[in-house]
């Protein structure tokens, strides 16, 4: 099977996840749930591997059931928004050349986070910032749905044809994937299934990426 790329002439658009694509927040979101688990009592390695199936809120519908949703939020928000002050985390390597590279308006952020929280992160890495960041606040259903894809390339004014997705995580690649767009894997041992590519890290995708900002190459992709 194979995707063509937009046609020649026509603008190319790339939306990329944030956490696990762009930044390194692996430890930072294991760190915070440990914290989140330890307040109310529970085990940390549990909550940690269901919160790395499900949002927040069916997360504490799973973990703490007998405890106020909102409660939970507030307090999992309280964390998040002190590891953006003090945690220690990076941006992957190539991802300040890649984002740099890119022509402006070209590009977005989709992202399962928030947005301060994201601005926060960038301002500490020195990654810049795009013009449009489609956070968990802007739409109604989350990864995988694919809500979240199609809103910023409507944002921006792309069809989805045109739409380059990076992810790292099968939600976020079925969320690509179900909007109509080509999807590209980055940060993992194997490739997710689905992707039209995939490559081992971020810094081996940049120069693919910026190509097809470019329109530089025709690149019908293989699955």
Not at 82 to 92: C, I, Q, T
Not at 138 to 144: C, F, L, M, R, Y
Request: charged share 20%; hydrophobic share 45%; net charge negative.
């Amino acid at each position: 099977m194979t995707r063509e790329s937009a046609q020649s002439g026509r603008s190319r658009y790339v939306l990329f996840d944030v956490d696990g694509t762009l930044m390194d927040a692996v430890s930072n979101q294991r760190q915070v749930w440990r914290a989140w688990a330890e307040r109310y009592g529970l085990d940390a390695d549990e909550v940690y591997q269901v919160a790395l199936r499900t949002r927040p809120m069916e997360t504490f519908a799973q973990v703490a059931a007998d405890r106020d949703p909102h409660a939970c939020l507030a307090a999992l928000h309280e964390l998040e928004d002190e590891d953006v002050r003090s945690g220690v985390y990076a941006a992957f390597d190539g991802a300040s050349e890649l984002l740099h590279g890119l022509p402006p308006g070209s590009w977005a952020l989709v992202t399962s986070n928030y947005e301060h929280r994201v601005r926060g992160r960038f301002l500490r890495t020195g990654l810049p910032v795009p013009g449009l960041i489609v956070d968990a606040a802007a739409v109604e259903e989350g990864k995988p749905s694919p809500v979240p894809y199609l809103r910023a390339a409507a944002l921006l004014g792309a069809e989805p044809e045109d739409c380059l997705v990076v992810e790292d995580a099968p939600s976020g690649v079925e969320s690509g994937l179900r909007a109509g767009m080509t999807v590209w894997g980055v940060n993992a041992a194997a490739a997710v299934e689905g992707v039209h590519r995939h490559f081992g890290s971020l810094s081996a995708a940049v120069p693919h990426i910026l190509a097809f900002a470019s329109g530089s190459h025709g690149h019908a992709v293989a699955r």
